[in-house]
């Protein structure tokens, strides 16, 4: 079983760099992605400070992203290509 450990640095990319460690050790093994998008959101959720929301937006058609697993305060369901932060970012 997984088991989290506290990284504790204030240097940013030592913090990302075992994040990214930690993760993969958490994803090693599953090939399902919707319970590694899961796993990932709680863990990034978890460990970055002074995050309110983590998650996933999928693209469901040319036009629509529909939200994935996540962390966190709720969030919309739907959100249209172009509409809002996550919507410009797949332009």
């Known amino acids: ?53 983590a998650g996933f937006y999928f693209l469901a058609s040319d036009d629509e992203l529909v939200l994935g697993p996540f962390q966190g305060k709720p969030a919309c369901v739907r959100i249209a290509v172009g509409k809002g932060v996550c919507g410009k970012a797949i332009e």
Do not use: C, R
């Open 1 to 53: 079983m997984f088991a989290a450990t506290v990284i504790d640095t204030k240097d940013k990319p030592a913090f990302y760099k075992e994040l990214a460690t930690q993760l993969k050790a958490l994803l090693e093994g599953e090939g399902d992605s919707v319970a590694n998008a899961a796993n990932t959101a709680a863990l990034i959720y978890q460990m970055v400070p002074d995050l309110n929301w």
